[in-house]
């Protein structure tokens, strides 16, 4: 909705300019562009949700595409402000000033967009991961986003168009999991049934055995962990309470990744302290959560590395976390949650997106991360010691 409350004064940014002109101007705007019928025409032809926004950044004209989305048939609603803000972003209200001010927008592709366009006065496309909502109703969103000048009337503006690829994110993260990591796995199970096929030693064959049934398990728990996350997304999980033990819990962790290629020369270690509680959840959501957790300390961490793992009861809740030594960069800590952002290349965001998507969404919990000099990147899981 446009804000008609005046700038606050000395208004603070860490990243682009937080100045925004009143309602008077944004109207005023409005109305010029309005009364050009090739404007209107030319706007409600573009398929995607698009807006013009002036040098301030803030909307002063809408396509019928954007008002379809926002479910709003009032025509000035969203005049005066910000993508950002009209996404729901939650950065959006990190900062008092708005979208574009707050320490995460640095890493938004949408802002970056608009200022490039602005600076160099040509056409600039990148991608936006959002993450939109309020309180438990949270969604993540990948965007195609286009910023475009456009001077009319002697003034300069953008055209700011939007596309939702993330259904085509999507399916690029599964095709490279299907095609690259599972193939991966298959391929190399079925080179020791060949080995074990053509060998005659008995010792040699109870290792080959034990190496195969490995690669099946494994094989199997990627399978179903993508399972879990496409009914996660879908709102179709079920979930299945039962009772276990924290400790039990940390231990088949450790087990399952200490011998796991990914491992390599890196320790699985449990910490001492950890207390052990029977709680009540979903324990398969909750082993998934972790496993993606370590798999990720293990990737982040030099060789000879220890990942730490522990639990602790805290009030009526049992936090469960992961330790690594290695220190989490500002650009990675700012995206770490989104949806397709991977710091392992193009299409492997998955991990940390699905962590937080199954604890929040499904175990009931919470999840947080804190990373420094002296203790390394620690990830922190709160559940309910009963769902």
Known sequence: MMDNSPEPENSATKFASPERVNSE??????????ENQLVRMISDAIPDVAMIL????????QNKALMTLVNDSKGDSLLGSRPGEILDCLHAADEI?????????????AVNAILECQRTGKSSTRECRITAGQGENIIWQDLLVTASPFVFNDKDYVIFSIKDISDQKRRKVLERMFFHDVLNTATGLNGLLLALKGSTDSSEMIEYIDIAEKASNDLIEDLLSQRALSAAESGDL??????????QVLHDIAAYLMHHEIAGSKRVFIDPFSHSIQIETDTQLLKRVLINLVKNALEASPADSTITLGSRVNNNNIRFWVNNPTVMPEEVQKQIFQRSFSTKG???????????????????GKVDFETNEDNGTTFRIDIPMSI
């Not at 193009?346 to 998507?357: A, E, F, N, P, Q």
Request: hydrophobic residues 25%; aromatic residues 8%; charged residues 25%.
């Open 54 to 61: 002036n040098k301030e950044r803030q909307v002063v004209f």
């Open 346 to 364: 193009v299409d492997r965001g998955i991990g940390t997106y699905s962590v937080k998507l199954l604890t929040t969404q499904y175990l009931k």
């Open 238 to 247: 079920q979930v299945k309470i039962s009772r276990c033990s924290s400790i």
């Open 97 to 109: 000033s708005g979208c574009g001010t707050s320490e995460s927008c640095r890493y938004c592709g």
């Open 25 to 34: 101007e944004i109207l005023k705007q409005y109305n010029e562009l309005a």
